[in-house]
């Protein structure tokens, strides 16, 4: 199984990102694909998931109405777009996958870097 992660980079406020998540390895039809952030110095946080089988999502109250996770079947792919971005949002953001549910994700990715700037 892996899950590549790629998309960060540095942005000021306002501005926007997507991140992009490749994975292989595994049936995506029953999995739930998320992703999770990471601040300097705080734990690590969910940001957003989606069903791969039915495409139903669910986002931290952090990001609803700024982010969109969404995922191409054709591509095994799937995307967090980030808009509005603040600094806040500044994190490591890793894609993680769980198979049937939210309670336990089984595979990790590497992170990709977020940076917003002021």
């Known amino acids: 199984v892996q899950l590549q992660a790629s998309g960060g980079g540095l942005v000021q406020a306002g501005g926007s990102l997507r991140l992009s998540c490749v994975a292989s390895?595994?049936?995506?039809?029953?999995?739930?694909m998320a992703w999770f952030r990471q601040a300097p110095g705080k734990e690590r946080e969910f940001v957003a998931g989606?069903?791969?089988?039915?495409?139903?999502?669910n986002y931290a109250d952090s990001v609803k109405g700024r982010f969109t996770i969404s995922r191409d079947n054709a591509k095994n792919t799937v995307y967090l777009q980030m808009n509005s971005l603040k600094p806040e949002d500044t994190a490591v953001y890793s894609c993680?996958?769980?198979?049937?549910?939210?309670?336990?994700?089984?595979?990790w990715g590497q992170g990709t870097l977020v940076t917003v700037s002021s």
């Open positions: 993680a996958a769980a198979a049937g549910g939210y309670s336990v994700f089984n595979y």
């Open positions: 390895g595994f049936t995506f039809s029953r999995y739930v």
């Open positions: 989606i069903r791969w089988s039915s495409g139903s999502t």
